[in-house]
């Protein structure tokens, strides 16, 4: 899952975030690990902190370079807490999640920093967005597990969200303009007849009941819905 | 901020991870944290991972049971990756944090447990929530700090986007739970009535107005246009 997203570490110096950041991938599922000149790779607390992230494990690539590392990255995506002069565009970590899901068929690259520095400008210059994550305008520098920990479970978090669409909208055609305004039509015809409507300015109420069914997008299945309730009203009044 | 939620973690054994709970806590602008027997407490890890984190590393509280721990708290959510026996209504991440801003006068404690066993299921006996953060199937354990720092991200997360809700609804109030319950209370009722609805399968039915409404985020007026509409067919019925 997730194989067209590298995580990719810029000069990290301590091995145990090393390992920290593979087990924060691999709770969320994403298992293509960079690691761009390390300061320290062959340690004990590479291996401890990773725990059981076998999969992430397995399959890291040190490489020397970050040109190395970006090669076949067709969206490139650089992780800094701060809005330098290089004027990038900027996305959350919750943002960053959905884009990435939304471009499933691209090579994305989400770079991290070393520990003291995060990201050069120079290295940021290779990226084509900026993604934040909001924090505490205090104190806003996550460790930097903690920060791909925070990308991942967005990341997940969006594929999560998208099955969940996918799922309750297999069967769901949404109601076209004509049918909107057919039952608007109806509404407004049903409520006319109604003292209650009548009491309260009954242009003013349709433009808010209007502008509630618009902020819905409603379904046909709904609209059918809500003209079987409407038809048994209007029927009532006769 | 956020003042009236506490994080406690119930006998943490690295001292590493209380230090990196410590500054997940702050980046976020959580500061209240209890730790319940923790292992080991006077080491240079927890300074050293708690990096900046002044202020959670100026109030930390350390007790001997979580009995202490718990005095005052009204909401009690407890993190578990684990569907066990005991059966509390569960939470994901992002609902938590939702739920912690919706009860900003209540005093509210997270509890996390050990890195080995997690919460015991006496320890979560003491709890009315459990709270989960969604993973990959194939590995779920987050290291202890991790979770914290997704926690108290959704905390965060759901501030910000209160704060941004506010901005943009100024003159606006949404529903609230019980308004929103009473109003699904009352439809359900009126349906209940209605010929239209025996014969459509009331239950499913209502499920589809349910989800209808919940898309919406109902406005207080909203509500009360909807139960006058519903105040005048139940009125008919007699």
Redesign the interface.
């Known amino acids: ?1 997730f194989s067209n997203i590298k995580i990719i570490l810029v000069q990290a110096s301590h091995p ?1 975030n090393i390992g ?1 950041v593979m ?2 991938m ?4 994403l298992d293509e690990l960079l690691l761009v000149a390390p300061k320290q790779y062959n340690h004990p607390d590479v291996t401890s ?1 990773a ?3 076998t ?1 992430v494990v397995e399959k890291v690539t040190v490489v020397e370079t970050l040109t190395d590392a970006l090669e076949g990255s067709e969206i490139v995506i650089g992780t800094s807490a701060r809005f330098r002069s290089i004027s990038l565009p900027k996305l959350s970590a ?1 943002e960053c999640g959905t884009l990435c899901l939304k471009n499933k068929h691209k090579n994305i690259a989400i770079l991290f920093g070393s520990e003291r520095t995060g990201l050069t400008n120079e290295q940021l210059m290779c990226c084509s967005k900026q993604v934040y ?4 305008d ?6 930097l ?2 920060a791909v ?2 990308i991942c ?1 967005e990341i ?2 969006a594929s ?1 969200q998208e099955q969940l669409n996918s799922s309750i909208n297999q069967t769901v055609s949404l109601a076209e303009y004509q049918e909107i305004h057919s039952f608007y039509l109806h509404l407004e015809k049903v ?1 006319n007849k ?4 009548h009491s ?1 300015e009954p242009k003013k ?1 349709m433009l ?2 209007r502008r ?1 069914f618009n ?4 379904e046909k ?2 609209i059918n ?1 809500l003209r ?2 409407l ?3 209007d029927k ?1 009044e006769h």
């Open positions: 899952m145990g920290a087990r924060a691999e709770t969320m599922g902190m725990s059981n992230a999969k919750r994550i909001p924090t505490s205090h104190y806003s520098v996550l460790n597990a903690m920990q925070v479970y997940k978090m999560l409520l109604m003292v209650f409507f309260n109420l808010k009941l509630l902020r819905v997008n409603l299945s709904e819905i079987g309730i038809n048994y009203i009532y």
